[in-house]
């Protein structure tokens, strides 16, 4: 028999992953690109990877939603070789350089959406053990009045598994997507404890709540290299 | 109602009931060029001549994950965790929306390979065991897996025979096993019948000697088949 693999979780690699969570309309993702800015002028080597992306499982993920042909295990596992492709391809190798990777989501978000969907917590936490633990996972607190007023104000249309129509929560589009984000959030709030994840308080300014990311992640770079951008970049 | 009760590996799938599900679910597995397909097309039309009604599916056909499953390959891009977990997506898709649903229907499931060579494919490729066996909690135990078994030896002269020789992940080629799609082809099908052989074992495989001639192993599978369903018959005549 073949050795086992060491699963991607328990390994350690010398670049840094940092990770955001939260609702839709937390403001987690402005947060990650502030950051992203911040630690590119500061001359790091600096991935981006977004939840959903990866070309090769895009088109079925796609197809699955149109079709609305996803059961929760379906939805569940196809999310999961998204993220086993972008973690094979784009976040491992980085990660190996001792580069800095910046994923707007991760593993939590899996958690949060597949149980509010019925599929067994126990089941879903076995399935993402190949995913790179993250240096820092920050969660972006926020009520959810506070978010549903944000994101209501300022889309045009709901998808369907988004607003979680697939659980049968409300036939109204716009209330099955409040019920379902507040199942998402008391997910999350469970998983605080579970996972250490770190807390920042989104209710409050936007520089704030940057200023308090940036100074918890800088005490996580010592050592990580550095190669400063040429000065003329900064006038440009 | 004949008693028959299907069963879930481990954690199962949310909101089916088990209860609920009438037909049978018959594996046959095996390497690549062993001749299963060709039982299977012998099996099917027999078993629909004695008015059993006939699903059969196989890898990669499912309508949400096989045609992107085939696109990946084809691009040779995958890594091994992707593509174990791309497999489990197919799967749970034929499961939930085909398989359950014939079950539930009283159909006999006749499937071409099932959650064995998909768990064999990952563990050659370096993954953990426990991890894979995990999340295939979600399969049903089937009523019956028969396992053709042959050696290396016996396999190549199949594939060579066949219209497309050595394929390139059947050869295990992503895993750069060995220099060309022959040496590699050796040394992945002898790893996959080693943990064949140890999963036999462990998940009760019914062992077939494919080296015997089609005719005689097809007459193996409808006895055993037809024992098989005869229990079942024999169960609802007497309720």
């Known amino acids: ?236 | 109602m004949d008693g028959h009760r299907f069963e879930f590996y481990d954690t199962g799938l949310p909101g089916v009931d088990l209860s609920e599900l009438q037909g049978r679910l018959i594996v046959i597995e095996g390497p690549d060029g062993v001749g299963r397909s060709t039982q299977i097309a012998l099996l099917k039309p027999w078993l629909e001549a004695n008015g059993h009604a006939v699903l059969d599916t196989g890898m990669t056909r499912s309508a949400l994950a096989g045609k992107g499953i085939k696109q990946a390959k084809a691009g040779i891009t995958l890594g091994p965790v992707s593509l174990t977990l791309f497999y489990a997506t197919d799967f749970a898709d034929r499961l939930e929306n085909q398989m359950i649903p014939a079950l539930r229907a009283g159909f006999i499931v006749l499937t071409d390979r099932y959650i064995y060579s998909l768990i064999a494919r990952g563990i050659v490729r370096g993954l953990d065991p426990t991890w894979i066996k995990s999340f295939y909690g979600l399969a049903l135990k089937p009523d019956s897996v028969f396992y053709l078994r042959a050696s290396v030896p016996d396999l190549i002269p199949r594939v060579l025979g066949s219209p497309t020789g050595f394929d390139y992940w059947e050869s295990g080629m992503d895993m750069h096993f060995g220099r060309d799609l022959f040496d590699s082809f050796v040394a992945y099908q002898t790893r996959m019948l080693g943990v064949f052989d140890s999963l036999a074992e462990e998940y009760k495989f019914e062992v077939i000697d494919a080296t015997q001639r089609p005719e005689i192993i097809y007459r193996l599978l409808q006895r055993r088949i037809g024992q098989l369903l005869r229990r079942v018959e024999d169960r609802s005549s007497e309720s």
Do not use: C
Not at chain 1, 25 to 46: A, C, D, I, N, P
Not at chain 1, 47 to 67: A, D, H, I, M, Q
Not at chain 1, 218 to 229: A, D, F, I, S, Y
């Open chain 1, 1 to 236: 028999m073949e050795p086992a693999m060491v699963m991607h979780g328990e390994q350690t690699f010398p670049g840094k992953l940092f990770i955001v969570e939260g609702i839709d309309g937390s403001g987690k993702s402005t947060q990650l690109s502030l950051l992203q800015q911040w630690l590119r002028r500061e001359g790091y080597v600096v991935f981006f990877s977004e939840w959903n992306s990866s070309p090769l499982v895009r088109e079925t993920t796609r197809r699955g939603k149109k079709k609305q042909m996803l059961t929760p295990t379906t939805f569940s596992l196809i999310h999961a070789t998204d993220l086993a492709d972008r973690i094979e391809r784009h976040i491992i190798p980085p990660l190996k350089a001792g580069a800095i990777v910046l994923a707007d989501r991760y593993i939590f978000t899996a958690f949060a959406r597949d149980t509010a969907r019925g599929v067994d917590a126990a089941w879903v936490r076995e399935l993402y053990k190949f995913a790179v633990e993250p240096t820092l996972a920050f969660y972006f607190r926020v009520p959810l009045e506070v978010s549903l007023k944000r994101i209501l104000g300022a889309r045009a249309g709901l998808k369907y598994y988004e607003a979680g129509m697939d659980l049968g929560l409300s036939d109204d589009i716009e209330e099955s997507f409040r019920i379902f984000q507040g199942m998402i959030r008391d997910r999350y709030e469970q998983m605080v404890p579970e996972f250490g994840l770190t807390v920042i308080d989104a209710t409050r300014p936007i520089e704030e709540q940057q200023n308090e990311v940036r100074s918890i992640v800088e005490r996580q770079l010592v050592g990580v290299p550095r190669h400063p951008v040429p000065e003329f970049e900064f006038f440009a």
